[in-house]
């Protein structure tokens, strides 16, 4: 899952299933989400919270993430995606529409949301300490790696910060896609960039609507990466979890 807290919804029903089963052969490609299955940030800019308090303005979690991020996966925003320009200005268009829903006013709100904006960039990241050497022995096999990410226009720029650059062989972001996971146009994306089916392939995340869900609806067979302490959603058919990506090692 990317740009918000790990979750556990149950998979989406919107999109059909295009391939069962899944094959049972180990993959020719396997891609993978970014944040929260690579990758998790080691630093932070102040959360809405902080920003929302320092002006002394009510904040209303609930109404902040319905509006932030609740109506935001499986999104399809072509219309946005035709230049960084075009996509930074959805962006803050966003943020403004949540903090007027959280009842700030219009003389308030443009002060607020850029600070919201800085803030939501104001970030460092760092790869999980197995990562690295996971896909290291993946690419030694001869698995095409691609990272697929519900993330803004410079998804390259993190994985370069991660140190993953080099270890992947191409990235698809949803900000220069158009869609987000788990819209099955963003997997199609990545399937056509590594030259295969779906059933050559493999999906690796830690999100179970965007990333198992998504997999899924785009016939790809999933695997969960569950590193929380907490109890994790049921298993259901065809898809397989792991609590780091040494896992991966015994499935491709």
Same mark, same amino acid.
């Given at each position: 899952?990317?740009?918000?807290?790990?979750?556990?919804?149950?998979?989406?029903?919107?999109?059909?299933?295009?391939?069962?089963?899944?094959?049972?052969?180990?993959?020719?490609?396997?891609?993978?989400?970014?944040?929260?299955?690579?990758?998790?940030?080691?630093?932070?800019?102040?959360?809405?919270? =902080? &920003?929302?308090? %320092?002006?002394?303005?009510?904040?209303?979690?609930?109404? +902040? !993430?319905?509006?932030?991020?609740?109506? $935001? /996966?499986?999104?399809?925003?072509?219309?946005?995606?035709?230049?960084?320009?075009?996509?930074?200005?959805?962006?803050?268009?966003?943020?403004?529409?949540?903090?007027?829903?959280?009842?700030?006013?219009?003389?308030?709100?443009?002060?607020?949301?850029?600070?919201?904006?800085?803030?939501?960039?104001?970030?460092?990241?760092?790869?999980?300490?197995?990562?690295?050497?996971?896909?290291? =022995? &993946?690419?030694? %096999?001869?698995?095409?790696?691609?990272?697929?990410?519900? +993330? !803004?226009?410079?998804?390259?720029?993190? $994985? /370069?910060?991660?140190?993953?650059?080099?270890?992947?062989?191409?990235?698809?972001?949803?900000?220069?896609?158009?869609?987000?996971?788990?819209?099955?146009?963003?997997?199609?994306?990545?399937?056509?960039?590594?030259?295969?089916?779906?059933?050559?392939?493999?999906?690796?995340?830690?999100?179970?609507?965007?990333?198992?869900?998504?997999?899924?609806?785009?016939?790809?067979?999933?695997?969960?990466?569950?590193?929380?302490?907490?109890?994790?959603?049921?298993?259901?058919?065809?898809?397989?979890?792991?609590?780091?990506?040494?896992?991966?090692?015994?499935?491709?």
């Amino acid at each position: 899952m990317d740009r918000h807290a790990p979750g556990s919804r149950p998979a989406p029903s919107g999109y059909p299933l295009l391939v069962q089963p899944f094959q049972a052969a180990k993959p020719a490609v396997v891609l993978l989400d970014f944040y929260g299955t690579l990758a998790r940030a080691v630093s932070r800019g102040p959360l809405a919270a =902080e &920003l929302f308090a %320092r002006r002394g303005l009510s904040f209303d979690e609930p109404t +902040w !993430d319905h509006h932030r991020w609740d109506a $935001l /996966d499986g999104l399809d925003h072509h219309e946005f995606s035709e230049s960084r320009e075009d996509y930074e200005a959805w962006e803050v268009d966003r943020l403004r529409r949540a903090a007027e829903a959280c009842g700030v006013e219009l003389d308030q709100a443009e002060e607020l949301v850029a600070e919201l904006y800085a803030a939501s960039k104001e970030f460092t990241v760092s790869a999980y300490e197995e990562v690295a050497p996971v896909l290291q =022995e &993946l690419r030694r %096999r001869g698995l095409v790696l691609g990272v697929c990410s519900n +993330w !803004d226009w410079d998804l390259d720029r993190v $994985l /370069d910060e991660a140190g993953l650059t080099s270890r992947v062989d191409f990235a698809v972001t949803s900000a220069r896609a158009g869609v987000r996971k788990p819209h099955p146009l963003i997997f199609r994306r990545a399937l056509d960039l590594a030259g295969v089916g779906p059933a050559e392939a493999m999906f690796v995340g830690d999100s179970w609507e965007a990333d198992v869900g998504g997999a899924r609806s785009a016939g790809i067979a999933p695997v969960h990466v569950w590193r929380e302490p907490s109890e994790p959603p049921p298993l259901v058919d065809g898809v397989r979890r792991i609590p780091d990506l040494r896992g991966l090692l015994d499935l491709a």
